[in-house]
T-cell receptor, first 111, second 117 residues
Framework: EDKVVQSPLSLVVHEGDTVTLNCSYEVTNFRSLLWYKQEKKAPTFLFMLTSSGIEKKSGRLSSILDKKELFSILNITATQTGDSAIYLC???????????WGLGTSLAVNP | GAVVSQHPSWVICKSGTSVKIECRSLDFQATTMFWYRQFPKQSLMLMAT?????????EQGVEKDKFLINHASLTLSTLTVTSAHPEDSSFYIC?????????????FGPGTRLTVT
């Protein structure tokens, strides 16, 4: 059965800290991995990763994929209170183009 | 670009009534839209895949007669929760794929919070 596992499930840090969120997967016919940020409403797209070892970067956020070890990490440097959210990882697999979602990591950044 | 809207953003209805939720792609044509529901502190659960001009594909365990999906145009899909019950109370989110931006990225609407009393 295809699955996506995120860790940790929750995390509390102070402003300015750097955090690393993990996403591991076991799927057949992997196509791509996506990261989303969800605050009070629907998820907003962060990154899509398809190739190993190529870092995607957007401001203080960056992400990389390891297709050999079947995981991805999402890094946030110099965290701010506005980074507080649930970070969701999802994987496209198989021929049916459906996303398989992890449970998310709930990040709280305290001032 | 790639903006998806949903209406209403929240709705309260009485048990036994039906509720329609609209999902629109505002600046692109979406041949495929997805409907999810999310319970508190849980991840997104795909309910169905909606293809313009054809019947929706429902996930296992989702009652198609209860959750009616219509995708009549390239910019609009609707989800109707028929004969709603309190256990249908949830956060319903739609997403759409923009074919011009690739096969894998999905853009989400803001969600609709349904409360059935």
């Amino acid at each position: 059965e295809d699955k996506v596992v995120q860790s940790p499930l929750s995390l509390v840090v102070h402003e300015g800290d750097t955090v690393t969120l993990n996403c591991s997967y076991e799927v057949t016919n992997f196509r791509s991995l996506l990261w989303y940020k969800q605050e009070k409403k629907a998820p907003t797209f962060l990154f899509m990763l398809t190739s190993s070892g190529i870092e995607k970067k957007s401001g203080r956020l960056s992400s990389i994929l390891d297709k050999k070890e079947l995981f991805s990490i999402l890094n946030i440097t110099a965290t701010q209170t506005g980074d507080s959210a649930i970070y969701l990882c999802a994987v496209y697999a198989g021929n049916n183009r459906k996303l398989i979602w992890g449970l998310g990591t709930s990040l709280a950044v305290n001032p | 670009g790639a903006v998806v809207s949903q209406h209403p953003s929240w709705v309260i209805c009485k048990s036994g009534t039906s509720v329609k939720i609209e999902c629109r792609s505002l600046d692109f044509q979406a041949t495929t839209m997805f409907w999810y529901r999310q319970f508190p502190k849980q991840s997104l659960m795909l309910m169905a895949t909606s293809n313009e001009g054809s019947k929706a594909t429902y996930e296992q365990g989702v009652e198609k007669d209860k959750f009616l999906i219509n995708h009549a145009s390239l910019t609009l899909s609707t989800l109707t929760v028929t004969s709603a019950h309190p256990e249908d109370s949830s956060f319903y989110i739609c997403s759409a794929r923009d074919p011009d931006r690739g096969l894998y990225e999905q853009y989400f609407g803001p969600g609709t919070r349904l409360t059935v009393t």
